[in-house]
């Protein structure tokens, strides 16, 4: 079954989201569905106001023939992909279609508008991307009106603009970095300076929205003029938020393996959602997800410091945001909503199931020889893709752990692997290539060990490593350390002390970090920060504290991530003069980032150098051998 039957499969499936958007109650019910869905004594009933919202979007053309539009509200929890509502619009003339829907207010609603007929298309940037979704704060009653800029196999040819401006801090004028900037469905993130730049809009207005990942700031809307091939001013100052603590109380049920650790899954980036499309889809990794502290065998419990007014959406799960995460009464995915109120707050949770209806759990029982203090065993699942893999749970020095749960009902037969400290593309169990099983209504165990690593050996003697004849140490007059892999990815954030820690018990003095930025375009030239694959500034400056702190210097060797290769890049480059003024004006936006964070930090060096820009410099030269001309300066 292809992918694109797979989800239009689940999002016809997955009829009853638990958004606050579920029904099209009447305006004076203030009554919350996220907060009915399940019941129990001890459940806290809370409750929102709400307000009908007109979403209106006109087309570039007329829909073709038998299809219809969506709009789509997105769960950013669960997987963007994977758990969509959708809503049928109605025709209002030949390219304009509107729904109505009920919101709570003080929601931030993640949305996009998608054709469907026998498949569903989502709609695209023009830049010829798909959109990821549009922004929408709800404040009241209020009508949306978005165009849509192009569809797969109608690509936006015509002319385009651009916004660019900074996102200050009100109280101090400091400027905010990390914000989740969009329009007409183009996302980017401020810089360090926050600035950013939003490239390839269309002409003609459309809604700004500037968002805090975490909740720190307000967010921002507001409308923006674009005109052909100009560049729109935006200046803004937003107030910071303060903060309540919020303390979740939650009962779990009796069926399930008290052994698999409590998480708690959201929409808060710092409490590890990527903000990115990582495995199949998925948009947290469950190692980076927040573990609940257990207070009896069914009890569990989380304080969380969360900023006012802030749209807290979230869940709980025995693995991450899809794998395992609570179901509903009527077997369906769970998303919980809080618009967090101006005072602490207690709540109390009851989760009705993680179990699949009608469907066998299937447990997974590893043996393998016993790993170095720090590492683990993890499972990778594959219904339709690879998804992100899932820790195990280590039950002896020599045997590892996971039991399945859900969702179980919309696959027949799921293929898995067994992976090494998560990164299964390198060090996949050997003999795990074909392993698969079959969902049925019986509980199922499957037992394997694992008798070696691809790509892993163990050396049979000692490595020694020889300097002067002595032994390794720190000396004024001696660099010694490890410069480490510019290829991020968010699978290495919760083993980040391990590893620096490791790196300075080899007698090491030293570690180069090399944070990225993707070229993302070079007609023109785009160069930002992109969630999932470039390091954030928040980790970055936990990187480097955390290496000060273990007594490491610090050095920072920024380089250019290119999607498809630095040489296609530099060959299909225009590389006249304009197009060189917008390189480097982009590149200086990266470098003074990076210096940035050399500054608050304390980090001992910035290097310069890397060898995928050596076109940009004089003399530079293509990979063919040719002369790259950049301009004179």
Request: charged share 15%; glycine share 6%.
């Amino acid at each position: 079954m292809t992918f694109s039957k797979i989800k239009k499969h689940l999002t016809r499936s997955l009829k009853v989201l638990v958004l606050s958007i579920l029904s099209l109650a009447l305006l004076t019910s203030c009554t919350n569905p996220l907060a009915s869905l399940l019941t129990g004594k001890s459940q806290t009933q809370l409750s929102f106001p709400q307000a009908e919202v007109v979403f209106q979007v006109v087309l570039p053309a007329a829909l073709p023939e038998n299809n219809s539009l969506y709009l789509e509200i997105v769960d950013d929890v669960t997987g963007i992909a994977l758990n969509p509502v959708r809503y049928a619009m109605t025709q209002q003339d030949e390219r304009t279609y509107y729904v109505k829907v009920v919101l709570t207010v003080g929601s931030v609603v993640k949305y996009r508008y998608s054709r469907v007929s026998d498949a569903s298309i989502v709609e695209f940037t023009p830049q010829g991307n798909q959109v990821r979704y549009r922004l929408a704060k709800i404040s009241g009653p209020a009508i949306v009106q978005d165009s849509i800029a192009a569809w797969i196999d109608q690509p936006y040819t015509e002319a385009i603009g651009r916004v660019r401006g900074q996102f200050i801090d009100s109280a101090n004028n400091a400027p905010i970095p990390g914000l989740l900037v969009t329009a007409e469905g183009i996302q980017t993130i401020t810089a360090s300076d926050g600035t950013f730049i939003l490239e390839g809009l269309t002409p003609g207005t459309h809604t700004l929205i500037a968002y805090s990942t975490d909740g720190t700031y307000e967010t921002f809307s507001q409308g923006v003029t674009i005109a052909e091939e100009a560049t729109t001013p935006v200046f803004v100052s937003l107030t910071r938020q303060k903060t309540v603590t919020v303390t979740l109380n939650v009962s779990f049920p009796d069926n399930f393996s008290t052994l698999l650790p409590a998480r708690i899954a959201s929409n808060d980036s710092a409490l590890g959602n990527s903000y990115a499309d990582l495995y199949s889809g998925s948009t947290a990794l469950a190692a980076n997800l927040p573990q609940l502290s257990k207070i009896n065998e069914h009890r569990y419990q989380v304080k969380l410091t969360l900023p006012v007014g802030y749209d807290f959406r979230y869940k709980y799960t025995l693995g991450d945001g899809f794998w395992n995460s609570e179901l509903g009464q009527d077997g369906q995915f769970v998303l919980r909503q809080l618009i967090v109120p101006e005072h602490d707050l207690t709540i109390n949770d009851v989760v009705h199931t993680f179990t699949t209806p009608s469907e066998g759990t299937v447990s997974f029982l590893v043996t393998a020889d016993a790993l170095p203090a720090g590492e683990e065993v993890s499972i990778q699942m594959n219904p339709f893709g690879w998804f992100a893999p899932l820790p195990m749970t280590k039950i002896s020095d020599t045997q590892w752990l996971f039991t399945l749960y859900s969702p179980l009902n919309y696959f027949s037969a799921i293929q898995y692997r067994y992976c090494r400290n998560d990164l299964c593309e390198s060090t996949q169990a050997v003999g795990t290539d074909q392993l698969a099983f079959t969902v049925n209504p019986d509980s199922q165990t499957f037992p394997f060990e694992i008798t070696g690593w691809k790509n892993y050996s163990v050396a049979t003697s000692p490595t020694v490593v020889v300097t002067d004849g002595g032994n390794i140490s720190i000396r004024p007059d001696f660099m010694a350390g490890f410069e480490v892999s510019s290829q991020y990815s968010p699978l290495y954030d919760h083993r980040l002390a391990s590893g620096l820690q490791k790196i300075a018990y080899t007698g090491s003095s030293d570690v180069v970090l090399s944070p990225t930025w993707t070229a993302t375009r070079n007609s023109p030239p785009y160069l930002e920060p992109l969630p999932g694959k470039d390091v954030s500034w928040t980790q970055m400056q936990t990187e480097i504290i955390t290496a000060k702190q273990l007594g490491l210097n610090v050095s920072l060797f920024p380089v250019l991530n290119y999607p498809n290769g630095a040489a296609q890049y530099w060959a299909t480059a225009s590389k006249d003069a304009g197009w060189w003024t917008s390189w480097y004006d982009r590149y200086h936006r990266y470098m003074m980032q990076v210096a940035d964070w050399a500054n608050l930090t304390g980090a001992k060096s910035i290097i310069l150098g890397d060898p995928s820009v050596s076109p940009s410099m004089g003399n530079g030269t293509l990979a063919d051998g040719s002369t790259a001309i950049p301009c004179q300066r």
